[in-house]
């Protein structure tokens, strides 16, 4: 499929001249919010108040708003959903942050799926395919997952990929280009992306037809949920479209076993990223396990603790600041590098800086 026929993207100047050039008429003020909480933009409910914030709704949009930060020597950080993202208390005033989310159209064609990066990747779950059965209770984007190439329940983002759609920051006269799932280098939460410039904007998905004529209707229902928020996106997804979908008696109980798995972890209960760590598979023993054996379940700093439900977990139990969460990571990286050797990787985006 070509991305760029997605909405008569070809009627644009931009696509048509493989240029940046910005519409004219383009008003900055009118697109982007001003003084937002970004703890209103994430599932760890941690953030800081931007200066400037945009939610494009359509790649043109994407376009403009990119164009005039490069123009207007303004910063911009870019990203999804925000389930996998710890924002600094304080953000840099200097910068815009572009959240894809609301780019969430989709296709069928003869070769599979396209999704864009906003698409919310849990609808997948309910397509009644086996294969994607991975992305129930999955909290995040097509984009990011993309990007982490997301793995739970035996399923992985890499196995149902055709083709990825990509923006590259540092040329801009390349307009959309592509890459096969082989040349996109996917391993363990690793991806091409990490190491690029590049915008992931939508990919194409190795899946059957389904039926996704409930998805407009659905996808218009959570246009004024805060699918950021775990508590609700769980009750939506674990519960709301359940009410609304028919799934055979195997694929439904396949579901409930993972919401099942999720809830008996806790994962919805407290804000959180998720797991906070990668897993070192050398080492052999997951982090969340190791953190048990240092008897660190529990520890707390300020609102944030270290999950007493699963190691690898922490939660934002009261008002937490983005400095607890990150002392906390610290101290798990201390202290399993001088019981174990090794220093775990974090899992989650810390903007502004991973700690060291």
């Known amino acids: 499929m070509n991305f760029l026929l997605v909405e008569d993207r070809l009627k644009h100047p931009s696509f048509q001249e493989g240029s940046m050039a910005m519409e004219k008429g383009f008003n900055f003020n009118e697109v982007v919010e001003k003084n937002v909480p970004l703890a209103e933009h994430c599932s760890y409910k941690i953030g ?30 870019i990203f999804g ?14 910068t815009l942050f572009i959240s894809l989310k609301k780019m969430v159209n989709w296709k069928q064609n003869k070769n599979g799926l396209f999704l864009e990066a906003g698409f919310p990747l849990s609808y997948l779950a309910f397509s009644g395919q086996p294969d994607l059965a991975f992305t129930h209770l999955l909290p995040g984007t097509l984009g990011a997952s993309i990007y982490i190439n997301a793995r739970c329940y035996e399923g992985e983002m890499s196995q149902i990929l055709e083709k990825v759609y990509y923006f590259d920051l540092e040329d801009r006269k390349g307009g959309v280009k592509e890459l096969s799932t082989r040349a996109c280098h996917f391993d363990y939460k690793k991806s091409v992306f990490q190491d690029k410039p590049w915008v992931i904007l939508g990919a194409d998905l190795k899946v059957g037809e389904i039926d996704h004529s409930w998805w407009k209707e659905e996808i218009r229902k959570t246009a ?10 769980s009750q939506y997804f674990g519960k709301e479209v359940f009410k609304r979908v028919h799934l055979e008696t195997e694929q439904k109980e396949k579901l409930q076993q993972i919401a099942a798995d999720r809830d008996g972890k806790k994962h919805f209960d407290f804000p959180s990223c998720g797991s906070v760590f990668k897993n070192n598979y050398e080492y052999g023993v997951p982090t969340g396990i190791l953190v048990d054996k240092l008897g660190l379940k529990g520890l707390a700093r300020g609102g944030a603790k270290i999950s007493p439900y699963h190691g690898n977990f922490i939660i934002n139990f009261d008002g937490a600041k983005a400095s607890d969460v990150i ?30």
């Open 81 to 94: 959903l925000g389930s996998n993202i710890l924002f600094p208390d304080n953000p840099d005033q200097n």
């Open 48 to 77: 800081g108040e931007a200066r400037f914030l945009a939610q494009p709704k359509s790649l043109k949009q994407f376009w403009d708003l990119v164009n005039y930060c490069q123009k207007a020597g303004l910063g911009y950080y």
């Open 327 to 356: 002392y906390l990571i610290q101290l798990v990286q201390d202290k399993v590098n001088e019981k174990f050797g090794f220093t775990p990787e974090p899992e989650v985006v810390i903007v502004n800086g991973k700690p060291g």
């Open 224 to 233: 004024g949920i805060n699918m950021a928020d775990l508590g609700l996106f």
